[in-house]
């Protein structure tokens, strides 16, 4: 069994009197797909910042000396119209990071990013344009652990379906651990190979055939329970032998 | 004179270098507007010094600096936007200023003067614009960061609340450097317009740098040339700054071509 790249126990986050996340403990192994689910408000992307250190906590979050992350945002509030291109933001990051030149223009070119696209300004990128390049900005520095928080909202199908066959062979051919947020319950039932789930009551970890079922989903969302039984058929007879395999 | 002359020139040249490129990057911080007014924090210090005859850039770099220190602990401790702390602190401070400033010094506080240089205030003017041009040229990678994403510079390394102390310390050695040419009021135009003209001529952040950092020194050599052969003002700053609103004009007819 792999050994543990993270490990969370008793973390507490809260707004104010607002307490967004309560007591949760998991443990994530190298090379796991962990996906994150839960409704809206349920603490998902505060989950990740806090795993990244950017706001404060209590309780314990520790990762292995080894582990390096890279982090593909949800949304970037930053506007669109700022005069800044892709080649600007991969070339600052691997100088900040005392990375050779080399590096930028190698993940650039893993991902398929060609030199018009990174001298465009990043208004001009498309929606999957844009993510690619959010997902380079990960890459860069060689992490090991990779947190994607919703990295396909607001795609179109194909898109999105190419943004994932991505993040699937990162985690098959590079060996990356993968944390996932996803409101998609087919990608994560396709991708993940243990499942967190967030929700008002008390938090769940599983493998997705003990999380993502009818029951479950319809304690964790509401709604109707043919729903769920509808999706977890088609993603069973989708998944095939992928389901559990990291 | 004449040597004065060339030495004030000088220097509101070298002013006019720095207040570009910090212009850019607070435009892009969409901070121009809050950082405009960090150069009324100089006032109450001016008045301070006016008052009890001391030197006036001392006075007003102690107010200017626990102005921006004050400015960035409102910010930290209580998530106030930047405009918000900035405005809060701008209001008192102008105030304060206006309380103190003598009625008969209060003009050529706000508006500036042609100040008589000394050597040393020459060599302290342009180590102050060499320390700023330094300070961006070694920060550039981390204020690219974290003006497209602070999250994502944060996740990379980047201390981002220290990074904003220290831009908004680069923001007000700029101001104070630009004070007695433009005066409390107008000492920021020449941060605020030129940055706004490059933005209009181009998406290219070393052309945008560029542009910026040379409309403001066209606006200060223009400013000093209509004022000594022309106007004959007691100070330049509305000369400068009304050259400099000219030349934004000029750049809106170019973008709309």
Not at chain 1, 228 to 244: I, K, T, V
Not at chain 2, 170 to 180: H, K
Not at chain 2, 185 to 208: G, K
Request: hydrophobic share 50%.
């Amino acid at each position: 069994m792999a050994n543990p790249i993270l490990r969370v126990n008793d973390l507490n986050i809260s707004f104010g009197s607002r307490a967004v996340i309560g007591d949760l403990s998991f443990e994530v192994r190298e090379g796991d797909c962990l996906g994150i689910i839960g409704p809206n408000g349920a603490g998902k992307t505060v989950l990740l910042k806090a795993l990244l250190k950017l706001i404060p906590y209590r309780g314990e979050i520790r990762w292995s000396p080894g582990a390096r992350l890279g982090y593909v945002p949800q949304k970037i509030a930053a506007d669109r119209q700022l005069p800044l291109r892709a080649k600007d933001l991969l070339s600052a990051k691997a100088r900040f990071l005392k990375l050779p030149s080399t590096d930028w223009e190698r993940v650039a070119q893993e991902l398929d990013i060609t030199s018009d696209l990174l001298n465009v300004s990043i208004g001009q990128l498309s929606g999957g344009q844009f993510q690619k390049v959010l997902i380079a900005f990960a890459l860069l520095g060689g992490p090991n652990v990779l947190l994607f928080d919703e990295p396909t909202a607001s795609l179109d199908e194909l898109t999105e379906e190419r943004i994932y066959e991505l993040l699937y062979s990162l985690q098959k051919d590079k060996g990356m651990t993968v944390l996932l947020v996803s409101h998609d319950l087919s990608v994560v039932f396709r991708n993940a190979n243990i499942v967190l789930c967030l929700s008002k009551g008390k938090p769940c970890t599983g493998a997705p055939k003990e999380i993502l079922t009818p029951a479950m989903l319809q304690e964790l969302y509401g709604g109707s329970p043919h729903y769920y039984q509808h999706l977890h058929e088609h993603e069973r007879l989708a998944s095939g032998g992928r389901e559990g395999a990291p | 004179m004449w040597r004065e002359q060339g030495l004030l020139v000088m220097l509101a040249l070298s002013f006019a270098l720095a207040a570009g490129l910090v212009g850019c990057i607070a435009l892009m911080k969409r901070t121009l507007l809050a950082g405009d007014v960090m150069s009324h924090l100089a006032l109450p210090g001016l008045g301070l010094a006016l008052v009890f005859k001391v030197n006036p850039v001392i006075g007003a770099a102690s107010t200017l600096f626990l102005g921006t220190f004050l400015v960035w602990q409102l910010q930290k401790k209580t998530g106030l936007a930047t405009e918000a702390a900035i405005g809060v602190t701008f209001a008192a401070a102008l105030a304060i200023g206006a309380a103190v400033t003598p009625n008969e010094d209060l003009a050529e506080s706000l508006f500036g003067e042609l100040p008589k240089l000394s050597i040393p205030g020459f060599l302290l003017g342009i180590t102050a614009v060499l320390f700023v041009i330094a300070g961006i040229f070694l920060l550039r990678d981390q204020l690219a960061l974290s003006i497209f994403s602070p999250d994502l510079a944060a996740a990379t390394g980047v201390n981002v609340v220290r990074l904003d102390l220290y831009f908004l310390l680069l923001f007000s050695l700029t101001v104070l450097v630009g004070l007695r040419f433009m005066g409390a009021l107008l000492a920021s135009a020449l941060i605020i317009m030129p940055a706004a003209t490059a933005r209009q001529l181009t998406n290219d952040l070393r052309h945008f740098l560029l542009l910026a950092a040379a409309a403001s020194m066209i606006s200060v050599a223009a400013g000093f040339a209509l004022n000594i052969f022309v106007f004959n003002f007691s100070t330049t700053g509305p000369t400068i700054a009304i050259f400099s609103a000219l030349l934004f004009g000029l750049s809106l007819l170019k973008k709309a071509a």
